[in-house]
């Protein structure tokens, strides 16, 4: 079946630093790929996906690039803030599982924590 | 309002009780699912409703059961829960024919003693 790997957390960085977050999934399909975040207290909120190999997804200032021949999504960001401090849950929909949003597989999430 | 809304946002039980979780969404939207957040694991999909029909029942145990009287409301009744079911119950919408990202409530944390 399908599923999704993430790096163990927790993940500790100071304010300014690079941050990469390694994601890796297996499917039977050509899956879309996602990035979801949860801050503290909130539910989980896309932050950015990508639907087919070598497409990048981005959104607040964070990246990712869907790579077909290493089966990878790694999120990355060249300089995260304090307000980044949260889990970051990474997943994937494959149209070869029915397709549809019910269909995605999560990741078990990796908590960052940046430090002023 | 906005968004998905789920209350209450903590609840504690005892096992023998029977208790109701609620979500609303006005969002527009025609799918309606619960996912379980446990600590350490993935999240994992309950029960899917779309068009307010159940179409998703993942191997969730009896004493979980959900309702969808609209396409706006979801309930998570309760009863004779036991301590690992502790978690965060998420509610999440969408829309299904367009494939829209799902939009996640604020959960709420169940404790069972």
């Known amino acids: 079946g399908d599923s999704v790997t993430q790096m163990e957390g927790p993940v500790t960085l100071s304010e300014e630093a690079f941050l990469t977050i390694n994601c890796t999934y297996t499917a039977t399909g050509y899956p879309s790929l996602f990035w979801y975040v949860q801050y503290p207290g909130e539910g989980l909120q896309l932050l950015l996906k990508a639907t087919k190999a070598d497409d990048k997804g981005s959104n607040k200032g964070f990246e990712a690039t869907y790579r077909k021949e290493t089966t990878s999504f790694h999120l990355e960001k060249g300089s995260v803030q304090v307000s980044d401090s949260a889990v970051y849950f990474c997943?994937?929909?494959?149209?070869?599982?029915?397709?549809?949003?019910?269909?995605?597989?999560f990741g078990k999430g990796t908590l960052l924590t940046v430090n002023p | 309002e906005t968004g998905v809304t789920q209350t209450p946002r903590h609840l504690v039980m005892g096992m023998t009780n029977k208790k109701s979780l609620k979500c609303e969404q006005h969002l527009g939207h025609n799918a309606m699912y619960w996912y379980k957040q446990s600590a350490k694991k993935p999240l994992e999909l309950m029960f899917v409703y779309s068009l307010e029909e159940r179409v998703e029942n993942n191997s969730v145990p009896s004493r979980f059961s959900p309702e969808c009287p609209n396409s706006s409301h979801l309930f998570l009744h309760l009863h004779t829960l036991q301590p690992e079911d502790s978690a965060l119950y998420l509610c999440a919408s969408s829309q299904e024919q367009r494939l829209g990202p799902l939009h996640f409530g604020n959960g709420t944390r169940l404790t069972v003693t």
């Open positions: 997943a994937l929909s494959d149209p070869n599982s029915g397709g549809s949003n019910y269909k995605l597989t």
